[in-house]
């Protein structure tokens, strides 16, 4: 660990400590230290810039509610497991909706209408990434945007640091193949 990173350590830390004694002034220096990183995250899972600044909302109101559960380690890892659980309740819920829908659209015998429509021009990793499974996508989300270490991943996902490993070098070779194919 370099000089840096451990004054970087440090003042994380001294923030974090901070925030859970309710400084105000706190919290407004994790907001600009993660808001770019977590909506990059939120952005390349979701594809939708809407939708991710709304997730992103939802994730710092969730940190002010439960920043006193943060008790030792990574900060970093614990705000993208955070972040993450956002991530799956959206998708959750998302899924609820849709079948919600299609359940009304069949009492009324219409077909299912179309939701949430975009006019967002998306680029080309977007694509791709929209043709990955989802636990693909948010582990390259969580090793690339999120900056965690393959040790802060596996840590994360509780899986050796192999298989960590070994999962992130299939994602990428699984994400070049569909790029080339698109090319």
Known sequence: ???????????????????????????????????????GYFY??????QVSDDLLSDLFIRLVEKIGTFKHGSFKSWLFRV??????????NKQRQKKLLEGKAERFDETSPKVGHEFEMRDELQVALDKLDEDTVDLLM??????????????????????????????????????????
């Open 142 to 183: 969580m090793r690339y945007y999120s900056g965690m270490s393959f040790k802060e991943l596996s840590k994360h996902r509780s899986e050796p640091i192999g298989t960590t490993l070994a999962k992130v070098r299939r994602a990428l070779i699984k994400l070049r193949k569909i790029m080339r194919k698109d090319e």
């Open 1 to 39: 660990m370099t000089v840096d990173d451990m004054n970087e350590t440090d003042k994380l830390t001294s923030i974090v400590a901070r925030c859970q004694d309710g400084s105000e002034e706190a919290f407004a220096e994790l907001v600009d230290m993660f808001s770019g990183s977590c909506y």
């Open 44 to 49: 390349r899972l979701t594809g939708n810039r």
């Open 83 to 92: 972040a993450s659980n956002i991530f799956y309740d959206y998708l959750r």
